[in-house]
């Protein structure tokens, strides 16, 4: 019995050894990092100026894999398959903890089949009315509206989309009644504005910078906690309506398969960090209307839960009305 204690000890110690040793190497060949969208939007961009940096800091070369489809589901049920080996990293957005209520082929549990690493970027919305209204103020468009209830409309770039779920946030909680128009992504949105289908959009600031400058649009509101540096005339939907709380952006977070190892996960922290701390890259980032936002892993996962807390009963209220 004492020779048998004396062996196992020795293989668990053994294989502390190697786990210990499998983690001070890592990485030592090349890391996926799965982006749940095609390429050349703006967070395939972004995400790939911030893949550039931590590569830097950990010595090891960062591929880009595309997988795009069903609104980030196949990429978030593909990735909560993968070898928990560090190996495979994800670029979630803010519909990983908000697609179970949107379809049916969700096939993980945000907060049970992930290794939560930290926060990413934050790709917050402005609400851009066409200039043909003459409308300027928060004020002058909520009056607007109220006159003439159902006259005005307001478009998305399709069901369950995140600027989808602002703007009915907003109608909910603001008690405004507009027509809701859907498309097939943000350029159709565009082309509706440009050409009059519509009056409104909540859109990133990457879509809609060109139309503000070419005078095509005014910015009445962001959806921000508070006003943004880029834009500080710009107010928020809380000081200019009166909603507490209000807040809908895009955001996205670094996961991991369920189950990497802590000391892996660990040095993907601490990467992170280093890379929070970079100007650089938070001045390509703004550029592409987009903040550096790289959190801790407790707080990436409070802000999934109060993303889901925020919004879930948006998506089930107007899925009645479907």
Excluded: C
Excluded at 102 to 112: I, P, S
């Amino acid at each position: 019995m004492r020779k048998s204690s004396f062996i196992a000890a020795g293989l668990a110690g053994l294989m502390s050894i190697t786990v210990s040793a499998q983690a001070e190497n890592y990485p030592d060949r090349a890391i996926s990092l799965i982006i749940p969208y095609a390429p050349g939007g703006v967070t395939d961009v972004s995400m790939r100026l911030v893949a550039q940096k931590l590569e830097q800091h950990l010595g090891q070369t960062i591929v880009v894999e595309n997988k795009a489809g069903a609104a980030t589901t196949i990429a978030s049920n593909y990735v909560s398959r993968q070898k928990p080996d560090g190996y495979t990293l994800y670029a979630a957005s803010v519909s990983l903890p908000l697609n179970k209520y949107l379809q049916k082929n969700v096939q993980y549990d945000a907060f049970k089949d992930f290794t939560i690493l930290s926060g990413l970027v934050d790709s917050p919305f402005v609400l851009e009315v066409s200039s043909a209204l003459g409308i300027k103020t928060m004020d002058e468009l909520v009056k607007k509206m109220r006159e003439n209830p159902g006259k005005y409309t307001a478009g998305a770039s399709g069901v369950g989309a995140m600027n989808h779920i602002a703007t009915e946030s907003w109608l909910q909680r603001g008690k405004l009644d507009a027509l809701l128009v859907q498309y097939q992504g943000g350029a159709q949105v565009r082309m509706a504005i440009l050409g009059g289908d519509i009056h409104m959009t909540f859109a990133t600031l990457n879509e809609a910078l060109p139309l503000k400058n070419d005078g095509k649009v005014e910015f009445i509101a962001v959806t921000t906690p508070k006003r943004l540096n880029a834009y500080p005339d710009v107010p928020t939907i809380k000081e200019s309506m009166g909603l507490d709380n209000f807040e809908a952006v895009f955001w996205t977070a670094l996961v991991a398969p369920k189950g990497m190892d802590q000391a892996r996960a660990d040095k993907i922290r601490v990467a992170m960090q280093k890379v929070a701390q970079d100007e650089d890259l938070r001045a390509k980032l703004e550029l592409q209307g987009v903040t550096l936002n790289i959190t801790d892993a407790k707080a990436t996962v409070e802000r999934m839960k109060a993303s889901e807390q925020a919004f879930a009963p948006i998506i089930k209220a107007f899925q009645k009305e479907q």
